[in-house]
């Protein structure tokens, strides 16, 4: 029900936005965040917000680079990811969760649906 697109290969210092689409729901009510998870790695929080309302919460690690935002009309949230470096790459996952409280918006247990992933690639 989570489409997540917009990955692929980028050199170091470009840029990417991904997008995740709720295909047979709407995110009214619901927060949408990404998760990221590099070979070998484990699966981090990257950025997260609520449909409703504006406030967003974004990996301190990523803070001015990473940036998380919606689209009412097309029912989408995205991922603008900005001067990306090599430790960037991974697939990338968007999730959608119920009545996350702001603190639990980064841990990935909190969410009950989970998009296909996305793979993105910085080559250096």
């Known amino acids: 029900q989570l489409q997540a697109s917009g990955g692929g290969l980028v050199q170091a210092g470009g840029s990417l936005r991904l997008s995740c689409a709720a295909s047979?729901?709407?995110?009214?009510?619901?927060?949408v965040g990404w998760f990221r998870q590099a070979p070998g790695r484990e699966r981090e929080f990257v950025a997260s917000?609520?449909?409703?309302?504006?406030?967003?919460k974004i990996a301190d690690s990523l803070k001015g680079r990473f940036t998380i935002s919606r689209d009412i009309a097309k029912n989408t949230v995205y991922l603008q990811m900005n001067t990306l470096k090599p430790e960037d790459t991974a697939v990338y996952y968007c999730?959608?969760?119920?009545?996350?409280?702001?603190?639990?918006?980064?841990?990935?247990?909190?969410?009950?649906?989970w998009g296909q992933g996305t793979q993105v690639t910085v080559s250096s």
């Open positions: 917000r609520w449909w409703n309302g504006s406030r967003t």
């Open positions: 999730a959608s969760g119920s009545r996350i409280i702001y603190s639990n918006l980064d841990v990935a247990s909190s969410y009950n649906y």
């Open positions: 047979a729901r709407t995110f009214t009510d619901r927060a």
